[in-house]
């Protein structure tokens, strides 16, 4: 005869006790990668936040340089005694577009950082859902896993159970 009904039930219990804090185990793991993701995604949402402020302040700054070049170019031009036109107006008109250049090149690198920090931050959402999926999953699987272990092992124990001889019967009639 193979092994006793009872060593059967215990092994089957045994590996089912085993599946089931392998599956518990692959689930935590997915789920902490999801937690990670997710304050990825919230860092880079700051982040965002941070690159439109700073391109602000660097537009700031270049107005403000834009409006000394125009002071110092009419003191320059009133302490002479020349007027607004003829080579300052020509100086004005050049600071002018060199400004406009800086102030579109700002705004165009702004607008790049802003889109980056977007998709990165969209990227760590979908790696946060695809971690939660997974946990999902390994939380099925492992259910999965342990039906078929026991549906085995209940399987094995009838099976010992029928091959069994069958004990004798006292019979006082």
Excluded at 75 to 104: F, N, P, R, V
Excluded at 124 to 152: P, S, V
Aim: hydrophobic letters at 40%; charged letters at 20%.
């Amino acid at each position: 005869m193979g092994l006793p009904i009872w060593l059967m039930a215990a092994q089957t219990v045994s590996q089912v006790a085993g599946q089931h804090q392998q599956a518990k185990a692959q689930e935590r793991a997915y789920k902490a990668q999801a937690q990670a993701a997710e304050q990825n995604a919230a860092i880079e949402a700051k982040k965002a936040e941070q690159v439109a402020e700073a391109y602000a302040q660097k537009q700031r700054s270049l107005t403000d340089k834009m409006r000394l070049v125009r002071g110092q170019a009419r003191a320059c031009a009133g302490a002479s005694g020349g007027t607004d036109g003829g080579s300052i107006a020509d100086i004005l008109g050049a600071s002018q577009e060199e400004y406009e250049k800086d102030s579109l090149n700002l705004l165009r690198s702004q607008r790049n950082d802003t889109w980056s920090s977007y998709v990165n931050r969209v990227n760590y959402i979908n790696q946060q859902n695809a971690a939660l999926t997974a946990a999902k999953n390994a939380k099925q699987e492992g259910r999965q896993k342990m039906f078929a272990t026991i549906l085995g092992g209940a399987s094995s124990i009838y099976g010992a159970m029928k091959q069994a001889p069958a004990e004798p019967k006292m019979n006082f009639a």
